[in-house]
């Protein structure tokens, strides 16, 4: 079992940036990958970006590469998303995920356990 706590979401103009903390308390988190994945109104939920359990591998969606880095610290059972450069169409509800250890794809139906999500707001 795993239970996961988002924080550092909120309103942020066009250009800034913030740092989302994924909190994470369990025995299996350090062996896991673990995704970040946004929600904007009225849309699916979307792939953000992964990391691997030992944070050697990361992958990015297109339309963050670049600006957005994900990482994480297994002796903190925490992982993060730092956002840069943030535009308006970033802006979404954005939820963290453990990924069962059997799935290699970053898809919503990989992922054992969420988060409750965390609201990151731009402004233009």
């Known amino acids: 079992q795993v239970q996961l706590v988002e924080s550092g979401g909120g309103l942020v103009q066009a250009g800034g940036s913030l740092r989302l903390s994924c909190a994470a308390s369990?025995?299996?988190?350090?062996?896991?990958?673990m995704d970040w994945f946004r929600q904007a109104p009225g849309k699916q939920r979307a792939f953000v970006a992964t990391?691997?359990?030992?944070?050697?591998?990361?992958y990015y969606a297109d339309s963050v590469k670049g600006r957005f880095t994900i990482s994480r610290d297994n002796a903190k059972n925490t992982v993060y998303l730092q956002m840069n450069s943030l535009k308006p169409e970033d802006t979404a509800v954005y939820y963290c995920?453990?990924?069962?250890?059997?799935?290699?794809?970053?898809?919503?139906?990989?992922?054992?356990?969420w988060g409750q999500g965390t609201q990151v707001t731009v402004s233009s």
């Open positions: 990391i691997s359990w030992s944070g050697g591998n990361t």
């Open positions: 369990g025995r299996t988190f350090s062996s896991r990958a």
């Open positions: 995920a453990a990924r069962n250890p059997s799935r290699t794809i970053q898809t919503v139906g990989a992922c054992d356990y």
